[in-house]
Nanobody, 122 residues
Framework: QVQLVESGGGLVQPGGSLRLSCAVS????????MSWHRQAPGKERELVAG????????SYADSVKGRFTISRDNDKNTVYLQMNSLKPEDTAVYYC???????????????WGQGTQVTVSS
């Protein structure tokens, strides 16, 4: 059974920091690209940051560049999102995502976590 379990969300003041974690089990973690997405009330889910299987490449949405950092520890089967200089507009439910393509079978595999709430407010 594949599980992605996010943690680390909460209430933080503007300008503060949070570190989200996503622990993955049931798959070969190092075979999956990982990403963080978020969904604010009344808005579509958006991609925040992504990281390749061994962490050699990362990408970020323009809205979080320079403030958020995605990283992974393949020994711990965990992906992280360090969020600094948080703004009220960062308020959302944050989800982690695992994605891979098996070329031999031409199949994709994608899994989502249950989400963790991040609220930025004074």
């Amino acid at each position: 059974q594949v599980q992605l379990v996010e943690s680390g969300g909460g209430l933080v003041q503007p300008g503060g920091s949070l570190r989200l974690s996503c622990a993955v089990s049931g798959v070969t973690f190092s075979s999956y690209a990982m990403s963080w997405h978020r969904q604010a009330p009344g808005k579509e889910r958006e991609l925040v940051a992504g990281i390749t299987t061994y962490g050699d490449s990362t990408s970020y949405a323009d809205s979080v560049k320079g403030r958020f950092t995605i990283s992974r520890d393949n020994d711990k089967n965990t992906v992280y999102l360090q969020m600094n200089s948080l703004k009220p507009e960062d308020t959302a439910v944050y989800y982690c995502n695992a994605f891979t393509i098996v070329l031999a079978s031409v199949r994709k595999y994608e899994y989502w976590g249950q989400g963790t709430q991040v609220t930025v407010s004074s």
